[in-house]
């Protein structure tokens, strides 16, 4: 696409390359499942065939080797153009198979290491996809309520998460909960299930005004068992740490690349449309109209503007993080303020390039069978993601540089 | 609704609160109508049956005796906040039998006045439910390619219309021509055709984004024979006329009205569910929050913004038109970009306010279920409403301003 | 004014028509005094002699028998589009004669009335000008910190006031103050005082971006004594009472008023210009491009925007609360609401209606000797006006249509 | 300053750390530059003095040696955060001096190298400060109507200019003029000509809104004669080049860096202000709001977005053009509407940081005697500045993502 993002990396233009040609594939069946509301599982499946699920699994794991958090989030804008709903799962995929890698890299002598590198193994093998859960109601990201006990040589989850994008086609569900263990404060620990563990239910209510094939449905634990290796303590209940911020900040920058993706793919629908209309009565193209040709360039300027603003903060993850400078809390909000206001912004950006577009397309992107209108529902999922909506984002990224603790009033 | 707009007459006051009781009936069964995409033919029975239909109607025809352009507009916010696909069916009804009666009261020895009459008379008793259809593909309302060729007592018609909103429920469509007798320069037209007759086709294509109840078929003329007495010429083909202009500049108001009641719809919802929200784990209540607080503020201003604009352009309408000045094209034109200005910022608003409701709402307002969900695409129509697209109101009104030939540039 | 408000009474059309007049003789001067920063006292003695400052006096009192807001707030519009700054002195004097007149047809019997009506005589003749001082540094309009101690026959003031707008031209200022007396809850109290009263010294602080020419002084009250009469006690010190809510709400719309004025100016002076533009060498008018005329029209949008919607919240505070509606607390408040609705929407729309005359003006409005530019910051001023921020007017005006207690939090 | 761009070569890091402290010193002089309304020569000396000047002078010919246009940039942005009518002369001069040691990179043999390195090492020396002036009334950058008539030895120069920006301080003023030879097309050309020469006269004519001190004033050529070796031809008149394209393309972006200076400026000044504010009567500080927190938050994501923006138009510039890729026109096109996306943007983001710094300091920073308010001043001049105005920049770069000829139709 002219003027779009270009990866940093060899493993990454391989593997970018690899996602564009696969969500043209996608791209043939989106409405459909738009329609159906149904997750695509061979969608998945071809992922994980075709060798992209593998693309963030270091290659000495048989996987893509992409390690830079710009690179891993280019896949998930060419899925963004393909199919929605699939990059949204694909993206909760990636930030996971990326986190294992990460802990490797920084933590070869960690003790959860081997069975980390087990799973990338699997990962690069296309045997595993993974999907995460972690939204309930009425709490945030922090204050999860899913409640894990300690029981003998594992931990028994209770509780109800929702949001699970992609859990119709995962092999395996990462899930936040409360931990608690003797003589500890409460902990947020992250636990990974597979889909048909006892006391895992799915109950499928998604069905909402867009991203209708993400498959974003209700978890049920009930006494469900997981053993003690696919339980990672990551910090304190109720607060930022290092290990959740980090997370949190790859997988809001990957987030925000699906919703670039759908404004890319919305503008070259028009761009398409307006260069192949005909004359009207009079003679004249639309494509003549000063009106048509202002609004085409304001959704370039707008898309420019979200590439840009993605691109940097994703840069500087890498050039920060990667390099070793600021791996302390301070210097990690820092990086999660950027990468909210790319968040924010994109997403904002995002929904007005599909509003115009549908204007620019006159009636006819109204229309139910016209993909403009279904992306223009799928596009105003982004301000919803987590872990802050656009107010609580500004909150933050506002304390951030007031030099306040940057935690948000609920 | 606190706040919102009061109907300026005694008979205003009645009809308008007929509507405000038939809208919550509508209310209830809104939901399913948009999902099956089905028009509600029992919306307009009810509507003919209870005596909204005759709202327009002189009270000497039986009617309900509103003559102002305020009053009227008024029905279609308040069944805009019941069901705004039956809002703009009925919305043209009253178009045509507010003009009706305009015309029996401007010009009581029309050579057409008996006929017009009777007409009312039918709308006046419920008999008779009004459609309109002014769209074709590929031009626009000054330069329909629809023909109607003189016959012997009557006219000849072929083509094709879009858009024709109501057409499953209405006993007669009123629709554009391009008209051509001998020794006449080519007219632009209004003929209307009982949906039954010969030649006359409906074809149900109607599947939209949102608006889904609204039944807005394609028309097919097939050598359909019209009488005279049903076609009336408005002037000349591809320019603007008196008539057209009143009749165009009431419709804008009309249609307007209805996304500002699909915005105070949305408002009430969003204010309803806030108020009964519960407190969070934290203890504070969504409506405890500053941003909370101040969102649900830009929704009530951008409100307020909306009914006063509507209001004003209304009321300075029934001010000159109907008190007799301007009665000249340019005074209409001056009218008219009022209109277009209402349209063009109240759809706006409109849109701004569903889309902070459903920011507002949490996550929840996204669901299919939701109502605001279903809301949030209705009122995404309104920029595409007839005669003029935002752009194009840009530019009408900016001519009118500088006093330029107000055509719009196509 | 092409669309512009027309007065709602025949007192209103008289006084309005004047402030227009005068406004033309203010015009030629307000540039000189923007670039000397001077208060103009010719133009206060002007509105004196010329019976402009008697409008809102009632008839029976001398004066021009303006009782409706709607008619009052347009004298300040009037104004607004010759000189601001004078504007902004006017509409104070305006709003305390108003509130005068508004006391006697309220409260005839009042112990105070004699000396309000006395006063008013005096402002009929043309003898007084009024103006206010309610701001001081570090505190808002409720919780003034100047105090007034009670001694023999009248009060001590000690305080510093300051934006003490009009304070050079005035005859008497209004201030408020904090009052206490034996056995009573701290009081917020007006007190007129003229500016030589011993105790009373205006320091010349006013150096601004814009609005150079308003005289918004510091005052320094210094053991001054202001006589029993002329002290009055509106309520509790801290909270709103009902002749305080009345008294900001007009006010604010009449502030509002002056920036319509300057919009309107602006608007009239860039279509002039337009009007008037040569052919460029290509042989185009800049009026024949359609970036020139989308961006007027726009500006025409947002004027009928601003008009209508400060009309509709006159309206309803002549309607509800002159027609006895509404007088409790709560009734205010929403009028107060719609007030800051209007008051926050108009300014922002005021200033991009410059930003875009200045962009549309080509390079010559950045000039400084082009009154654009002088426009451009003086409309900066209006979100600055009392009692609320916009920050503060979308909370409150929330927590209004949330039923919360519409205080600000501060 | 935190989150701020970075140099990205050694030469650069080294040249921006110079404009940074000079940029401080000259912030002490800002405000009397701007009340005084004059050029500073001691700031066009103190540039040249210190070394600042000779930055984009290769090193070979003496000097800073910056080569790549995102560090060039990066001068006018730091030169903004301390005086901008400073930083836009002194854009000129990087401009005009980068292009000379690109034409050497590029085009060692040019018979007017030799003149050029002459250029460049007095440069280097510090002896020769540049400006630039290419606008006139009534025309645009394309079509000059200064006439440059071949004379013996040389040509003549009649016409008028204006905003010459810098030239009190300069030593060569470039200036675009048509000329015209015997028996080829009229061509546009750049002379390079004293201040001092005969037939040139500078008329200080320059008294603006904002960017007061830039001396921005009209240059007079009355039969001035300028040597062969002082003038290039670049192109047809009428027409882009690939030189001229070039050329205006850097100094986009490098007017461009200016604007975002002044915003980052201002956020510094709101953010120190607010972090030092007192406690109100409440007890609660100005960062213990919510609404000053988020309009906080607003102005970094708005600094994010511009900061990220304009980078990505330079890197792209550098990747491309430096690298030898789209050397062709249509490739330059790509360039210049990415610069002009990010002039567009940034310019608007700017200028919406500096009205929200202003409303978030409170009525202070509407005084005159608060930077804010020079700077929200200074700000406004952005969209102004040549080739394109925002309006005019849509429909550019909207033609060159719909593959039209990239003119603009004035």
């Keep these: 696409m002219n003027?779009?993002?270009r990866a940093q990396s060899v493993?990454?233009?391989?593997?970018?390359?690899?996602a564009e040609a696969i969500a043209q594939q996608f791209w043939k069946s989106a409405g459909a499942s738009d329609a159906s509301g149904t997750f695509s599982k061979s969608n998945t499946a071809a992922m994980k065939e075709q060798g992209l699920y593998a693309s963030c699994?270091?290659?000495?794991?048989?996987?893509g080797g992409i390690d830079r958090v710009f690179d891993k989030t280019l896949l998930s804008v060419a899925l963004g153009r393909g199919c929605p709903s699939t990059a949204l799962a694909a993206n909760m995929h990636f930030d996971v198979s990326w986190l294992?890698?990460?802990l490797l890299r920084r933590r070869p002598d960690d003790v959860q290491a081997p069975m980390v590198a087990g799973l990338l193994v699997g990962i690069g093998n296309g045997d595993l996809a993974v999907c995460g859960s972690f939204s309930e109601r009425g709490t945030d990201l922090l204050h999860p309520q899913t409640q894990a006990e300690k029981v003998e040589g594992g931990w028994c989850l209770n509780g109800r998460k929702m949001f699970a994008t992609g859990s119709p086609g995962a092999d395996l569900i990462g899930t936040s909960v409360r931990i608690r263990s003797a003589g500890e404060a409460p902990g947020l620990a992250i636990a990974l299930v597979p889909p048909g563990a006892p006391g895992l239910r799915i109950e499928e209510t998604w069905d909402a005004l867009g991203m209708r094939a993400s498959g974003s449905h209700d978890l049920v634990f009930d006494d469900c068992i997981v053993p003690d290796a696919m339980v990672r303590r990551l910090g304190n209940w109720g607060s930022?740490?290092?290990?959740?911020?980090?997370?949190?900040?790859?997988?809001?920058?990957?987030?925000?690349?699906?919703?670039?993706?759908?404004?890319?793919?919305?503008?070259q629908i028009l761009v398409d449309q307006l260069r192949a209309s005909k004359p009207s009565a009079t003679g004249r193209r639309a494509i003549d109209r000063y009106s048509i040709?202002?609004?085409?360039?304001s959704n370039e300027m707008a898309l420019s503007t979200a590439r840009a603003l993605l691109a940097r903060a994703c840069s500087q993850f890498?050039?920060?993080?990667?390099?070793?400078?600021?791996?302390?809390?301070e210097g990690l909000h820092a990086l999660m303020a950027e990468a909210q206001a790319a968040k924010t912004v994109v997403n904002r950006l995002a929904i007005e390039i599909l509003d115009r577009a549908l204007g620019l397309s006159g009636g006819v992107g109204y229309l139910a069978r016209h993909p403009l209108s279904r992306?223009?529902?799928?596009?105003?999922?982004g301000p919803f993601m987590q872990p802050y909506s656009p107010n609580e984002a500004f909150e933050y990224v506002g304390k951030v540089a007031l030099e306040l603790e940057p935690t948000v009033d609920r």
């Design 3 to 5: 003027g779009g993002l």
């Design 11 to 18: 493993s990454g233009r391989r593997c970018v390359a690899l």
């Design 57 to 63: 699994v270091p290659e000495a794991h048989g996987g």
């Design 100 to 102: 294992m890698g990460d």
């Design 240 to 267: 930022w740490n290092e290990d959740l911020l980090r997370f949190e900040t790859i997988s809001t920058l990957g987030l925000t690349g699906v919703f670039l993706g759908i404004a890319e793919s919305a503008q």
């Design 293 to 297: 040709q202002s609004g085409v360039g």
């Design 318 to 329: 890498d050039e920060r993080v990667l390099l070793g400078e600021d791996v302390a809390l």
């Design 375 to 381: 992306l223009y529902r799928d596009v105003r999922a």
